[in-house]
């Protein structure tokens, strides 16, 4: 892909209001095995520690009643008087006993990830978000969307209503992809019920803007829906799941600000390893 082709702008009521370069980023290889592999390692940075507790399975008093008395040598509760008296303990494969190896909550939970590949898993995740091909395969809603990449005018930024911002999507055909992850919410399976982690949502639209002028505080409240600011490009919110094409909705200066960001007098974008003849 060594074309640069030009991409529609439109005004917040769904027409073209212009044109802008496709910045050079977009034409990046795209490199899923590399994506996936920075995406696994990031998620596991915001882990929070766990651990048994270290008396678990250790608070009674045993002791092994020794050789001669045909049972096993495991240590056994002591006194009478109760069915527990007797019973093997402290050892894992005891009932009541410790777990083998319990937890430590010095476990090494974070990866450290080379700072070339991060940027080569961002290029490439970018470079995704422009193929419609893979924006549909990742489950986004976009057969009312005009065009991909979809880029609107740089008033989306200074949006300050929800009931705007709602207006705007529709206009665009991106409240398709809302409404699917609104109706997508439902409530977890298992434990993460009781942990603050009670319902679950499919992603929605990527907002990605140059400058906040009330657009965070717009969007944020629609379901599934991100937003991002352009200098602080996250793979978790480009590519989630470490699976590329996230449907993403830039202002007018967020993508012209990728080619300051990307090329010469910034990150270096990757080459293309190999081309077809």
Known sequence: MAARPLVSVFSLTGDKSGEATLPAVMTAPLRPDIVQFVHTN????????????????????????????????????????????????????????????????????????????????????????????????RGHRVDEVPEIPLVLDNAVESTKKTSVAKDILAAVGALADVEKAADSKQIRSGKGKMRNRRYTLRRGPLIIYSNNDGVEQAFRNLPGVELCNVDRLNLLQLAPGGHMGRFCIWSKSALEALDTIYGEDGKRIPAVPMVNA
């Open 42 to 137: 990031m998620n596991k940075n915001n882990r929070q520690a766990y651990a048994v507790s270290i008396r678990a399975g250790k608070q009674v008093s045993a002791s092994s009643w020794g050789t001669g008395r045909a049972v096993a040598r495991i240590p056994r509760v002591g006194g009478g008087g109760t069915s527990r008296s007797g019973q093997g303990a402290f050892g894992n494969m005891c009932r009541g006993g410790r777990m083998f190896n319990p937890t430590k909550t010095w476990r090494k939970w974070h990866k450290k990830i080379n700072t070339t590949q991060k940027r080569y898993a961002v290029a490439s995740a970018l470079a995704a978000t422009a193929v419609p091909a893979l924006v549909m395969a």
